[in-house]
């Protein structure tokens, strides 16, 4: 049970949680083969407890008279189970209930209870409850702040300092999506600072992300920031700091300071090693960090060239001069790389920014896995340059290294199976919807019954992107070959998290009345054809389903259209009314509907920054760092948002779960997200067309509801948080030190 006064649950979910943990303690006792307490009046094991070891054999030598007449005792002969040397005051025979009721009453015995260690599929576990605890995030208080771009708290002495001078140890550490996500009812409500609250505390947290991968597919970004490196200042007081790549993948072996790898360059080392330490002095070299990472051109020929030249033989067919089984894992082939992907364009270093284009990579690896922004700070952090500048590899590419790298990842020693992968997505592709044609509102999807419109309908005409009407509607985006990529990247096994899309849009499921809502140039179209074409601009015109990247895990389950992935709304940080109200509210432009999991901050988010693109730069109390006698350029915060901010805080949060549910699949998330997360209280989320207004959903395409930007459309008013897990079966879990606990857990505090 949790008993946390930062977790406000129910007495109906606490039960609940104890039905739940009841349910999945029975069932690993029958997985292990472990007996149960018989029904009926048969012979049952009974554990037997005397006074003394005297009194406990004086006892068996009786139970063991084929006719003894003393009383309370049976008659005749009583078969010893279990003399029990060990405790000789105690032993297990075979009885009736009848006999068992009756020899209780013997003067000798103090207790006949049926054996709980013959029986230990019935007793096993019972009561007893392992506690992971939340602990503090540093050792002393530090700032959080609700809306820290606010021009009352842009000044020298709150939370974004202007000038370096005023920077001190007081702005260590910093947040203000931490803070709020560590618990289910903002923490920010009472505060005294005003509208914007600032709040110095100490936010708690249950896991920390450790021996789990998170794969952050974005722009190039900035490895150099301090909020990826360990420097000794401002971080978790259980900072791990480091990679996975360890020289000579030897568990005593240190690595480089920095904690982000990328997925092209470095995984190939990670996957096998034993190719590129065989031949170190050619395929290895030593990163700005410390950390001996492959050769760029050997990485990249390790993925393109199936060749026992450029990688191990068990990863190459047989056909090609190799021993990997065909059809199997290792048999992947080749997967295209682009030759301009280096570490300078993509990656930079401590004294340089990467030279390629690109400013969102880093606010979204600094919000999933960043030391003092991001939830799962101990993860094992990835990066991949995907989106359209220099050295960026396609999308197709990147499902491909995801779906290879899942598969052919190290099992993790720990445990003896290997770390979940989670991995997010902060970009998605849209269309415009024309300005005159035909749509198509809960009709047959047979066509003929198309409604024409020259002006687009309510329900298409209020999409908005960061407060501002668009001039047309849009639609997400799908891609045919992309999809069945995704699927296969799903199937093995990866958890992929998306930002739902700044559009002010509905998103629904596929049992939704609005799921096969379309649009077209004819008023004849049918569903088939408007789900058809050649790009992923022209594919789908359907106007109310999650686009590209969510559709990849879109799988029919049960005859319905279910999608495997998550997609994260953005969370607003200011409220819905004065500076006094407790109702907070989705961003304005954040997609709705419920097709969305959750909403997580996403809007005037504190971030990392390699650059002023998205606004001011601040200072850091720990802006740079020195290593190996060379000092870093300075590193910088600032405002980020949208969705795009949402999504690596939902996957941060999520990660720090898949820590000690290691077994978890994508429907056992959606679970816990509908059992454990549970919707905010009506009054503490707005959800409705107003502020005032029930969470409705319009059912007319004209109705003057669609024009609200805070509306959840009907979906759940769900703002993630640091739920616990509870009884969710966890095969091992690492506390401390090398100390486990295998079987069900239930978290407490």
């Not at 022209?538 to 389950?557: D, E, L, Q, W």
């Amino acid at each position: 049970m949790i008993t946390t006064n930062k977790s406000p649950l129910t007495i109906e979910q606490i039960e609940q949680e104890d039905r739940e943990y009841e349910e999945e303690r029975i069932r690993v006792a029958n997985e292990d083969g472990l007996r149960f307490v018989p029904e009926g009046d048969g012979k049952k094991h009974y554990s037997v407890v005397c006074n003394t070891a005297d009194e406990w054999k004086n006892l068996h030598d009786v139970l063991h008279q084929s006719n003894s007449s003393e009383q309370y005792v049976p008659d005749h002969h009583v078969e010893c189970c279990d003399d029990c040397k060990c405790v000789p005051n105690v032993g297990s025979f075979e009885l009736t209930d009848a006999e068992a009721e009756e020899l209780k009453k013997h003067s000798t015995v103090i207790s006949v209870e049926i054996d709980p260690d013959y029986y230990a599929g019935t007793f096993k576990g019972v009561g007893i409850k392992p506690r992971i605890t939340r602990t503090p995030r540093y050792n002393s208080n530090v700032k959080n702040c609700r809306h820290p771009i606010a021009s009352t708290i842009v000044n020298d002495t709150t939370f974004f300092p202007r000038s370096q001078g005023n920077v001190t140890s007081a702005f260590l550490s910093r947040t203000n999506t931490v803070y709020r996500h560590s618990v289910f009812l903002d923490p920010f409500i009472g505060t005294i600072d005003g509208s914007y609250k600032i709040k110095n505390d100490n936010p708690e947290q249950f896991g920390d992300g450790s021996d789990v991968d998170i794969i952050v597919g974005d722009e190039s970004a900035w490895y150099g920031h301090a909020e990826f490196v360990k420097t000794g200042s401002g971080e978790p007081t259980n900072f791990v700091g480091g990679n996975v790549l360890r020289a000579g993948f030897s568990t005593s072996s240190t690595t480089g300071i920095c904690g982000v790898l990328d997925l092209c360059l470095d995984a190939p080392y990670y996957i096998d090693p034993e190719f590129f330490e065989a031949d170190p002095g050619n395929r290895l070299i030593t990163r700005w960090d410390g950390t001996k990472v492959p050769v760029e051109s050997v990485a990249r020929n390790w993925w393109s060239n199936e060749s026992t030249s450029y990688r191990s033989a068990k990863y190459v067919s047989p056909d090609k001069g190799g021993t990997a089984t065909v059809g199997s894992d290792e048999d992947f082939g080749t997967i295209s790389i682009n030759s301009s992907h280096t570490r300078a364009r993509s990656n930079g270093s401590n004294t340089a920014k990467h030279t390629a284009a690109g400013n969102h990579g880093t606010p979204c690896m600094s919000q999933a896995y960043g030391k003092t922004m991001g939830y799962a700070y101990n993860a094992n952090k990835w990066h991949l340059n995907i989106i359209w500048n220099s050295g960026s590899q396609s999308i197709t590419t990147y499902y491909k290294l995801m779906t290879v790298f899942h598969k052919l990842k190290p099992v993790n020693p720990k445990y003896g199976t290997k770390d979940p992968t989670l991995s997010s997505n902060s970009w998605g592709a849209t269309s415009y919807v024309s300005s005159s044609g035909f749509y198509f509102h809960r009709k047959s999807g047979n066509g003929g019954d198309g409604v024409s419109y020259s002006g687009l309908p309510n329900m298409l005409r209020y999409t908005w992107r960061f407060g501002a009407v668009e001039a047309h509607g849009r639609i997400g985006g799908y891609d045919s070959t992309n999809h069945a990529l995704g699927k296969e990247m799903l199937d093995a096994g990866v958890l992929f998290f998306n930002a739902a899309g700044n559009n002010n849009q509905k998103q629904v499921k596929g049992d939704h009345p609005d799921y096969d809502n379309y649009v077209s140039t004819s008023s004849s179209a049918t569903l088939a054809q408007a789900e058809s074409g050649s790009s992923w601009s022209s594919r789908t015109r359907t106007i109310h389903r999650p686009g590209s990247p969510a559709s990849i895990g879109m799988s029919n389950i049960n005859g319905v259209e279910t999608y495997r992935s998550f997609s994260v709304g953005a969370l607003d940080t200011l409220y819905t009314g004065n500076k006094d109200s407790n109702g907070e509210r989705k961003a304005t432009y954040s997609n709705m509907g419920n097709a969305i999991d959750f909403y997580t901050l996403g809007n005037d988010s504190v971030s990392a920054y390699n650059s002023g693109a998205y606004g001011t730069q601040f200072f850091r109390a720990d802006g740079n760092y020195t290593y190996n006698g060379s000092t870093s350029i300075d590193s910088y915060d600032g405002e980020f948002g949208g969705t795009s901010s949402a999504c690596p805080t939902g996957t941060g949060i999520v990660a720090t779960k898949l820590q000690y549910n290691r077994n978890w699949i994508w429907s056992d998330v959606k679970n816990w997200l509908e059992t454990k997360v549970t919707n905010q209280p009506e009054d503490r989320f707005a959800s409705g067309a107003g502020t005032s207004q029930p969470n409705t959903e319009p059912t007319d395409p004209e109705s003057t509801d669609w024009a609200t930007q805070y509306s959840l459309m009907g979906g759940d008013r769900k703002i993630l948080w640091d739920a616990p897990t509870s009884s969710t079966s966890v095969g091992e879990c690492l506390f401390n030190g090398d100390m486990r606990i295998s079987g069900p857990l239930e978290l407490q505090t």
